[in-house]
């Protein structure tokens, strides 16, 4: 088992900035992928950025050139770096893992921007 708690949300002006923290723990393999998602009320929850555990990332185009995934492999961290905030942006945001063929999810955290 994989355990994922996020940490960093908050309430924010738009065109401020975020900065979410994923920190694993558990059954940790060195192979695997971790990503954002998030999630506004009444709609489906979309991918926001994943990054391999080699670093190779790619975003959502509603967030290129205003977010940046990044990730510490010894210390089994993945953040989520969030500028240029825009109230389209507020949802629960979730922590997601991927190992061995199995998907794992952290509890979420909300970012609510305001206008």
């Known amino acids: 088992q994989v355990q994922l708690v996020e940490s960093g949300g908050g309430l924010v002006q738009a065109g401020g900035s975020l900065r979410l923290s994923c920190a694993a723990s558990g059954s940790i393999f060195s192979i695997n992928v971790m990503a954002w998602y998030r999630q506004a009320p009444g709609k489906q929850r979309e991918l926001v950025a994943t990054i391999t555990n080699g670093g190779s990332t790619r975003y959502a185009d509603s967030v290129k050139g205003r977010f940046t995934i990044s990730r510490d492999n010894a210390k089994n961290t993945v953040y989520l770096q969030m500028n240029s905030l825009k109230p389209e942006d507020t949802a629960v945001y979730y922590c997601?893992?991927?190992?061995?063929?199995?998907?794992?999810w952290g509890q979420g955290t909300q970012v609510t921007v305001s206008s």
């Open positions: 997601n893992r991927i190992q061995q063929g199995r998907d794992y």
